[in-house]
């Protein structure tokens, strides 16, 4: 880095502007940007931005968040998977089987459901090493199997598609809070009292807080951000990702063990699509067969947006967090903006669009790529 | 240029007559409907259709919102987005009430009158602390339709559940034998959705009780089998036939004479009547004193022309 006059481009001095500006998460961060002025502009007296709908897009955000991390590392490794929706809806069901109708604890069901779920992952990366198929057709299987067996399993059962009563199951609970339960209630409280967050006007929680305390999900949406970042930049493990990802041939030449972080990574994406349904299913009660439609999807729009390659070999979880955190703020903020319910999809397919062209035009306006 | 300005106001005065008669010197009113059906479900188009036209003709703002693959967990967080936008009322679904309860009460309780549409009882309705509830409770609807077939001459009935999983399904039947007087006894066949197996169940049946008069079906799946039934034995329109919920083979059967009546459960009142008592509420702080029955809204060979000008926008 000292000697500037080299002509060797590898070790090439570059500013340090331009390079803080090299990350992939920049188009991210952009879009953020333009959408929080969007939506300032356009929905700023519609109680979006009130206490209550700050969590409401928070929520929504952290929701998207969970899925993406797991996406975002499995999408740099070079693989897809498409099973996470109906690994939201299957895990959901899997507690409530265990939990309900077997009655076990719901610690025991919650972590069994675990050791399922991340197996079924494993299973998944297995498949997809052993058979050299790509995983967008493996992971397209279990898309159906999962979601046929969520389907059939409650209804042999219960006769029904809807699981209910897990809050009460899980009164008590020393597990169920680290998914369902909310922190910094007495925080919020204060909150309330001193009039920064409004109170219920009626009803038995008079005077509590409207938002009364942040939610797990939002607390494990930023724990896994933030494992999945230190991950990536900060470890070996992070560098055999990209390289699994960029030229899987390259880096097993060069020594990296690339099945095994495939597989691992199928097992974290399967872990987060776990703790999306455990949260899910701990905050409402009930597990529904059709829990969890179509996330896939939106898990890797998300990743997407913030900067991924489809591709794989490229990309950041914190970009992915910047996508989900856009893509949660759009889909709510249509609603508060008062968008005709049947343009909705329409204003946000073309916001989705333009943040990945965004995205794309300033990635390669910094790095000088063609 | 004045001149046409007056006659333009003239104009303008003349065509929001009736919307500002009502609306004359009130703040505007905004509500939210909020549906469990994704967005492949046409049958919610009726609800559209159904707010749209009570909006314009209450003058207030309505919207529509539903989760667009149907997954409840997601219409749960558009009712709490809902509720942090601060409308003056959310009509919306109970689809489920463990999901739902949380968010809506949460509504209510800041302030917000909620009205349960379609799905939910009124016994929910009441617990979440909604105004009211509009839409038609099974047993109800039952009772209703045994009451109009005793009237009929029905003496000894047969009710073709084919949905025996789903206890509120069968509140109908038991509606049904209390409106008629008589015992439900095991005149309710657990027929399963097999349409040749419920033709054959019901063609024994009535082969090994000659004296049944009645015939109650709960839908298209149990309906058409039975029609098919009858027609076999010789029996279309001898024997009284009311089936619930209208479809294409229903209609024809109406037509024909096979079919006394189909029950419909009137969606279009389940969307329109809730903004007209939210309306109400909020201006003049009137509320009708129960729940609102929907249905049974019983569909002759006489309505038939209404239900087949206006199916798919009204009905």
Not at chain 1, 56 to 80: D, H, P, R, T
Not at chain 1, 192 to 210: A, C, L, N, T
Not at chain 2, 77 to 103: C, H, K, N, Y
Not at chain 2, 297 to 315: I, P, Q, S
Request: glycine share 12%; with cysteine.
């Amino acid at each position: 880095m000292a000697d500037t006059a080299t002509t060797d481009e590898r070790v090439k001095e570059m500013s340090r502007l331009r390079l803080s500006l090299m990350r992939p998460e920049l188009g991210g961060m952009v879009g953020t940007v333009a959408v929080f002025v969007f939506f300032l502009l356009f929905a700023y007296d519609s109680g979006m931005f009130a206490a209550q709908g700050i969590m409401n897009w928070s929520i929504v955000s952290a929701q998207f968040m969970i899925i993406a991390v797991g996406a975002c590392l499995l999408m740099i490794a070079g693989e897809f998977d498409l099973s996470v929706g109906s690994m939201i809806g299957f895990a959901g069901m899997m507690i409530a089987v265990f939990g309900i109708v077997l009655d076990l604890p719901m610690w025991i069901a919650i972590l069994i459901t675990f050791v399922i779920c991340v197996s079924l992952g494993a299973l998944n990366g297995f498949i997809v090493i052993r058979t050299g198929l790509p995983s967008f057709i493996v992971t397209l299987a279990f898309l159906f199997i999962l979601r046929g067996f969520t389907i059939y399993i409650p209804q042999t059962v219960e006769n029904k598609t809807i699981i209910g009563g897990i809050r009460d199951a899980a009164e008590g609970d020393w597990l169920a809070p680290v998914f369902g339960g909310k922190i910094f209630t007495g925080f919020f409280q204060w909150l309330g009292d001193i009039g920064v967050v409004g109170v219920f006007e009626r009803g038995s929680r008079e005077g509590q807080p409207v938002v009364d305390g942040l939610p797990m999900l939002i607390v494990w949406a930023l724990l896994l951000v933030a494992f999945g970042h230190i991950l990536l930049t900060r470890t070996r493990f992070g560098n055999w990702v990209f390289a699994a990802g960029g030229d899987a041939e390259a880096a097993r030449n060069s020594g990296v063990p690339v099945n095994r972080v495939k597989v691992l990574m199928f097992m974290f994406t399967a872990f987060c699509a776990t703790v999306f349904a455990t949260c899910q299913v701990m905050e409402f009660g009930s597990a529904g067969a059709d829990r969890g439609l179509l996330k896939e999807f939106e898990a890797i729009i998300a990743v997407v947006i913030g900067g991924a390659l489809l591709t794989g070999g490229y990309g950041s979880v914190i970009g992915a967090a910047l996508g989900a955190l856009i893509f949660g703020v759009v889909q709510q903020g249509l609603f508060f903006a008062g968008v005709e319910s049947s343009l909705f999809r329409v204003f946000l397919g073309i916001i989705l669009l333009g943040a990945v062209v965004l995205n794309t035009y300033i990635r390669r306006m910094i790095t000088g790529e063609r | 240029m004045k001149q046409m300005i007056a006659s333009l106001a003239i104009g303008a005065a003349i065509i929001s007559a009736p919307v500002a008669a009502t609306a004359a010197g009130h703040e505007e009113l905004n509500y939210v409907l909020v549906s469990h059906a994704p967005d492949s479900d046409t049958w919610w188009n009726t609800i559209k259709n159904g707010i749209a036209l009570a909006g314009e003709q209450v003058g207030v703002n309505v919207e529509y919102r539903n989760p667009p693959t149907g997954d409840i967990a997601d219409m749960a967080r558009i009712i709490e987005q809902a509720t942090a936008s601060a409308p003056d009322g959310i009509i919306t679904t109970l689809a489920d009430f463990d999901v739902l309860q949380g968010p809506i009460s949460n509504a209510v309780d800041q302030g917000i009158d909620v009205i349960i549409m379609n799905t939910g009882t009124p016994e929910q309705a009441r617990e979440v602390g909604a105004l009211m509830y509009v839409g038609q409770p099974e047993y109800d609807a039952g009772l209703a339709a045994g009451m109009r077939a005793k009237g009929e001459g029905v003496t000894n009935f047969l009710c073709v559940n084919h949905a025996i999983q789903q206890p509120t399904v069968g509140e109908r039947c038991r509606g049904y034998a209390d409106g008629l007087g008589i015992e439900l006894g095991n005149a309710m066949m657990d027929s399963g959705t097999d349409p040749s197996e419920i033709k054959n169940k019901v063609m024994a049946y009535l082969s090994a009780n000659p004296d049944v008069d009645g015939i109650l079906t709960l839908g298209p799946v149990s309906a058409d089998p039975t029609i098919a039934a009858l027609d076999e034995m010789g029996l279309s329109g001898e024997i009284h036939f009311g089936t619930f919920d209208l479809g294409e083979e229903i209609v024809k059967a109406i037509k024909s004479g096979t079919i006394n009546w189909g029950i419909d459960q009137q969606p279009f009142l389940q969307a329109y009547l809730p903004v007209v008592v939210l309306a109400n509420w909020d201006r003049y702080g009137v509320l009708p004193g129960n729940n609102i029955n929907s249905g049974p809204g019983f569909v002759t060979a006489d309505g038939l022309e209404k239900v087949e000008e206006f199916a798919g926008e009204y009905r």
